[in-house]
Structure formats: C-alpha cells, structure tokens
C-alpha cells in the first residue's frame, strides 16, 4: 500500500471541512496550517473524533479550537524549558562533584571512564561511546580541543557533563553503584531509588519540550515516583499524567520563589485557555490547585 499523496494548504483545508471541522475564518486557517505541520496540528483535534481509528469529527469541533489548544501547548512547553534547565545544570553539577570526589580522586582523576567504577557496565561502555560521538560533533569546542591535545582525549567528569546529553546523564547516574548514587541523591535532598526515577521522566519530558512534542492529551512514562503518602493523599492523581510530572518538577527546584513561580505561571496558562481545555487530558482532577499549591514549601 502506497503513502497518502501530499495536500496543499487549501486541499488540507477541505480535508478538515469535508471531516467535520468547522472552519469560518478561512484566510486564518489557511496562515496556521502554513506554519504549523498539518499533522502536528491535527494532534490537538485527537479529543474531538467520533471514532479514534477515523478521522470525522464530533458536531461542533471548529479549527478555532483545535488551534488554541495548539498555541496552549506552545506556551506550556516554553513555560517549561527554563525550569527544566534549571534542573539540568543543577543535576549536572551534583552528579558530575559527587562521582568525581568518590571516584575520581587518584590520579589520573579518569575513573569516570572506568567500567569497575560503574555497576551496570554494558550502558557505561554505551555512554562513553555516546559521550565520544558528541565530543566529534563538538570538535571545534575550544574545551574539546584542550582536553583532546593535553589530556589524551579524555575530560574530567565535570566537562563531560557538559557535553553529554541530558538523556545520557541520566543514564551514567542510574548506571553508578548505590554507594555512588546515594552520595549525589543525598546533596538534592532525596532518595537514590527517586533521582534515577525523576531524571528518567524529566529527559523525557525536557526532549518533548525541545522537539515540539505534545504535551496535552499525552501518556506520559515512565509513570513518576510521587510516594505512597501523595497517592494515598490524592487518589485521583494519575501517575502517568502531565500533573505527575509538573510535580516532580517542583520537587526537584531547590528555591521556593521558583515553585511558587512555575505554579502561578500554569494557573495563569489554565485561566487563559480554560474555554478550550478539558483538564482530563493533564491529568488534573477537581481539586489540582491544592495539590500543587501543596509542593510549595
């Protein structure tokens, strides 16, 4: 079977009509669909089919919502990223001096490239691959050319993390001894068994963010480790949603203005966009502002 022949803008227009979607302002239409992909868009329209596995739409779904839960999930997505990357560097900078004074301290301070230093040896020998390839695609990084021409091709940990991805960071850190992960999860105020869990969800959700994913109407693993005092707390919190994992944002910010911040920051993206949402598709039950009100310290 053959793939589906492309559509011009006009002829994606008609599609949507022909399958139910009201379209007023055609003009308006005819702009969003030339900047936005037609199948990253119809993502937004999901909620609205009579049937999941075809494409017509319920009676009154117009392109007018379809695209405000679009421009939504934008905003959400960029009210994100700065405090992911908060996140990030924090996580980068504890793994890479926590591992670095328990491993790294005799000479030659290499022992992040060490497999005896790492208990599951398979995913640090990927790591170290991975962590070779970025170094090519950074060859013409001053830091990169230093360590290559003065130190054999090797970095110490603190300028590998640097280069690494956040995926892979977290991979290096749930590849790490118990010993090793306690030291770095003790410094974030937390368990070892919770990091390796959170950093895991966190690149996941920092590469939906980075790569335009959808973030609304979305499943999202793997599920967070909230503890069984929150769920036991707020039974209709649903540990594979976007909620779960705003709060495990929170829990990993380290100021109480940030929190705080990020939390006024999506009761304001809610009230604004509240006529098109349907909170189900976050995961956020009735009473979601005082659970998130209840991550601030």
Known sequence: MGLKPPLSYVDQIER?????????????????????????????ALQFRIDPQKSRYQSGTSFEKIHNLYLFDTELRNLLKSYLEKIEILCRTRIAYGFSLNKCQLPPHDGHYED??????????????????????????????????????????????????????SKLYHAMYISDKETIAASLSTRHDILSNHLHCLSNL????AHGARLYNSVYNPPPKLGIATLKKYPDLKSNSFLAYLIIIIRRLTQNEDKKALVDSFFNLIDKYHIYLDLDYLGCPVNYEMILRGEIN
């Open 116 to 169: 005896r230093n790492f208990y599951n040896k398979d995913s640090h020998k990927k790591i170290i691959e991975s962590l070779h390839r970025e170094e090519n695609y950074n060859k013409d990084s001053l830091i990169v050319k230093h360590h290559r021409a003065k130190y054999e091709n090797k970095m110490p940990l603190w300028v590998c993390v640097e280069i690494m991805s956040f995926s892979n960071l």
């Open 16 to 44: 949507l009509k022909k399958n139910g979607v009201e379209i007023p302002d055609y003009e308006t239409a005819l702009s969003v669909l030339s900047e936005a992909n037609y199948y990253r868009l119809s993502g937004y």
């Open 206 to 209: 920092r590469n939906k963010c």
